[in-house]
């Protein structure tokens, strides 16, 4: 079958974990691979940047579900192990919340269970209910979208069947599935802040997404030693020696059909690359505005395919340790339905965010200078509306408020003490990476819009494959 396939050729755009993932996939099944993409390096989000002896992670900083990545590896009769290292990170998290409660998300139950005793003697007990409800969720989840790939409302009705399929929590909310567990106001915060894995609100998003707690504390949660680009420079590697052809700068421009087929892909230079089959690593929605000059028709049937939130994202070097920080760190909005409000239905810049901040130095202090660390900062917010313009005034008074807030909130005098900073606002999100208006996680998950499902990997009857965000949970594996 192999020695067959080899004489067809296909092409491969974008260079990011889900092309480099479908290049390593193909190769191993013997076709002859092309590997394109319009940045200087693969990775795509998952890329890297070093500044005044800092070392930056710029996109995801979460690593779950690494039997995925070493599924890939297996297949092409390698061991990840051998190409990258990982290890876990502990505490999973710390939350803050601004009347000075510090509660940590743990593996371990014994230390879980002291963590959540500071919020009262009943918590813990909501929590397991809580969580044996999402494993629940999960193992339902396995049976018929891990196991068998199925993504669309009607095939997944069809393999679950009408009463199996309310084992999902249909008719609720993913805050409104937490809420039947769990009374604390605080816990409720941070459970239902797990939507930050798929960039939506839990006020909007079917209660199916509380399966996702349940995933990270079954898989852990994951560092790439030497920082979370070695992921992707394991994988380019991978690729090479599976004999695929890696192209950087090349910027496809367009895909090119003959009598409804793909016969090619055409560079932005004007070079034509032949091809059997193309595969799409961009966006759905990008990728038929730019590559196949879809009609305003079709573009109009994707408007419930509604992107996620963007971010503004700051990388700080600073030149001092903030010893209360953990790895993964969140800082609460005293109204977190506010704030998801502001995001997600008025499209505006909230005025007390909820914030993400990573502090990687914790378990790795050599991407930072000697006595200093990095701290990446990562408040969600709305992603580019023309009908809604954000300035560069607005961003930057963002940026403001969130420095302020984290120093009200215990990093005492972090504006001082930066030393060097990457600033980036859904513009340039867009520009580096061809996203949907800004936005960082792919497709919105809402009950009402989409039911959470992505667009069909399939474009129309061409043979060509479109991954879009849509590995979400399947292959959301490396996450902002």
């Known amino acids: 079958m192999k020695q067959n396939l080899g004489n067809q050729n296909v092409v491969v755009v974008g260079a990011g974990l889900g092309g480099l993932s479908a290049a390593i996939s193909l190769a191993t099944e013997g076709f002859r691979v092309q590997l394109l993409d319009k940045n200087d390096k693969v990775g795509g989000k998952l890329n890297i940047m070093t500044q005044a002896g800092f070392t930056f992670d710029l996109g995801p900083s979460i690593l779950t579900m690494p039997h995925v990545f070493e599924a890939l590896f297996e297949r092409a009769g390698k061991r990840m192990a051998d190409y990258v290292a990982i290890e876990k990170v502990e505490p999973h998290w ?9 509660v940590d998300l743990c593996e371990d139950p014994d230390n879980q269970r002291r963590e959540l005793d500071k919020l009262g003697p009943q918590v813990y007990q909501e929590f397991q209910r809580f969580m044996a409800y999402s494993q629940e969720l999960t193992r339902e989840t396995e049976a018929g979208y891990f196991a068998k790939g199925l993504d669309g409302f009607w095939e997944l009705l069809k393999f679950y069947g009408p009463l199996r399929s309310l084992k999902f929590d249909v008719f609720r909310t993913m805050d409104q599935g937490v809420r039947r567990f769990v009374s604390d106001p605080k816990l409720a915060d941070i459970l239902n802040y797990f939507i930050k894995y798929v960039g939506s609100s839990p006020y909007d998003a079917p209660a199916l997404m509380n399966l996702m707690p349940y995933i990270q504390y079954g898989y852990g949660l994951w560092y790439v030693k030497g920082g979370m680009y070695g992921l992707a420079k394991a994988m380019e590697r991978l690729a090479l020696e599976l004999g695929v052809t890696i192209r950087l700068n090349a910027e496809a421009a367009e895909i090119e059909r003959q009598n409804g087929r793909a016969t090619g892909v055409r560079l932005a230079d004007g070079e034509l690359l032949q091809a059997d089959i193309v595969v799409s690593n961009m966006e759905v929605i990008p990728a038929m505005q730019k590559l196949l000059n879809s009609t305003p028709a079709e573009l109009k049937k994707m408007q419930r395919f509604e992107p996620t939130c963007s971010g503004l994202v700051l990388h700080l070097g600073v030149d001092r340790i903030y010893p209360q920080l953990a790895h993964h760190n969140f800082f609460y909005s ?7 409000d502001a995001v997600f239905h008025s499209h505006r810049l909230s005025e007390d965010p909820t914030i993400y901040l990573v502090a990687p130095c914790k378990t790795d202090p050599e991407q930072a200078p000697a006595g200093c660390e990095i701290i990446k900062i990562l408040p969600h917010i709305p992603h580019l509306d023309p009908d ?6 607005d961003y930057w008074a963002l940026r403001e408020r969130v420095l302020l807030k984290l120093e009200r909130m215990g990093l005492t005098d972090l504006r001082k003490h930066i030393v060097t900073e990457e600033y980036w606002t859904p513009l340039d999100i867009q520009a580096r990476y061809y996203s949907n208006r800004g936005s960082i996680y792919g497709v919105v998950a809402d009950r009402n819009k989409n039911l959470a499902s992505k667009r069909r990997n399939a474009a129309a009857s061409w043979p060509i494959c479109i991954l879009s965000a ?6 959301a594996a490396c996450r902002w």
């Open 94 to 102: 710390r939350n803050f919340f601004e009347d000075g409660t510090v």
């Open 334 to 340: 005293a109204d977190s339905r506010a704030h998801f």
């Open 388 to 393: 809604k313009p954000l300035t560069a005034e």
């Open 470 to 475: 849509a590995a979400s949970i399947r292959a």
